[in-house]
């Protein structure tokens, strides 16, 4: 199946710090992206969808300048989490759709961010 | 939106046992609902996924149901061994463009005991 990375991995920030999450479609392009994010023991919740060339679509509750999506090629789309504090401390994972219409979503390692 | 919700939360059966997780989905509009396997800290894992047009797929020891009418599906893992011991998500989505997007259960903590 396709491959999707995310960089970093793990990261520890202070709390009023931005941090940048990357999430690269490594051997497919990828026109669409997701961004979840996952609290201790919860599922995975849709925060917003990324859009090459145009904004992205953000779900009900989340907010947009607080949680900035670019995507800028058809490999790479970007999470950055502004002045992040303690309740921002979660699981995020990006995830891209198969071409052709066939569904199945691939999805990145994710990245565990700590705020202090 | 949609809504998927999943059960049982937690389910714990003796190695060898079947375990059955059933979820419901309320948008008589999603065609596509996959089956994840999550262990702690890692990426969801697809494990199976069945499309509207279809009742029922099985691979090996893992199959899944699929009722449209009565809008639910379930997942069935026989003969089950310690290593399916794992957080099972079910998620429903309706297919092309943005609406790829994907809702997931609540999922359910599985636990096979040697």
């Known amino acids: 199946g396709a491959v999707v990375s995310q960089h970093p991995s793990r990261v520890i920030c202070k709390s009023g710090t931005s941090v940048k999450i990357e999430c690269r479609s490594l051997d497919f392009q990828a026109t669409t992206m997701f961004w979840y994010r996952q609290f201790p023991k919860q599922s995975l919740m849709l925060m917003a969808t990324?859009?090459?060339?145009?904004?992205?679509?953000?779900e009900q509750g989340v907010e947009k300048d607080k949680f900035l999506i670019n995507h800028a090629s058809l490999t790479l789309s970007t999470l950055t989490v502004t002045s992040a504090h303690p309740e921002d401390s979660s699981f995020y994972i990006c995830?891209?759709?198969?071409?052709?219409?066939?569904?199945?979503?691939?999805f990145g390692p994710g990245t565990r961010l700590t705020v202090l | 939106g949609e809504n998927v919700e999943q059960h049982p939360s937690t389910l714990s059966v003796q190695e060898g046992d079947s375990a059955v997780i059933k979820c419901t989905y309320s948008d008589s509009a999603s065609n596509y609902f996959p089956w994840y396997k999550q262990e702690l800290g890692k990426r969801p894992q697809l494990i199976i996924d069945i499309r509207s047009n279809v009742g029922e797929k099985k691979d090996q020891r893992i199959a899944v149901t699929l009722n449209k009418t009565a809008k639910h599906f379930s997942l069935h893992i026989t003969e089950t061994q310690p290593e399916d011991s794992a957080v099972y998500f079910c998620?429903?989505?309706?297919?092309?463009?943005?609406?790829?997007?994907?809702?997931f259960g609540k999922g359910t903590l599985l636990t096979v005991n040697p």
């Open positions: 998620a429903a989505s309706v297919g092309g463009g943005s609406n790829y997007k994907l809702t």
């Open positions: 995830s891209a759709p198969s071409s052709g219409g066939a569904n199945e979503q691939f």
């Open positions: 990324s859009n090459e060339g145009s904004k992205a679509t953000y």
